[in-house]
Nanobody, 121 residues
Framework: QMQLVESGGGLVQAGGSLRLSCAAS????????MGWFRQAPGKEREFVVA???????YYGDSAKGRFTNSRDNATATVYQQMNSLKPEDTAVYYC???????????????WGRGPQVTVSP
């Protein structure tokens, strides 16, 4: 069983920055692809970024150019630095993990509890 513990989030004014972290335990971190999703009230869950085992990153349109992500295998932690935040970035941000062999199977993903990010105008 993989467990994901997220930290960060909070309230920030438009144009500000926040940093999220997601620490993994229970399985070998390096054997998992990591990613972030977000869900705003009344909207479907949206893909933000995925980091595969090689370290390559795949960004959703909302994150590209504003969000940066890193993966630290030594601490089994992934980070998401969010800059130039906009009110439309307001959402619950979920850390996700998938075994490398099952990246494309949503039902086999592990999920963090999802801190709230609120961006005021």
């Amino acid at each position: 069983q993989m467990q994901l513990v997220e930290s960060g989030g909070g309230l920030v004014q438009a144009g500000g920055s926040l940093r999220l972290s997601c620490a993994a335990s229970g399985r070998t971190f390096r054997n998992y692809a990591m990613g972030w999703f977000r869900q705003a009230p009344g909207k479907e869950r949206e893909f933000v970024v995925a980091i595969i085992g090689s370290g390559d990153r795949y960004y959703g349109d909302s994150a590209k150019g504003r969000f940066t992500n890193s993966r630290d295998n030594a601490t089994a932690t992934v980070y998401q630095q969010m800059n130039s935040l906009k009110p439309e970035d307001t959402a619950v941000y979920y850390c996700a993990a998938s075994p490398l062999s099952e990246v494309g199977i949503p039902t086999n993903r592990y999920w963090g509890r999802g801190p709230q990010v609120t961006v005021s105008p």
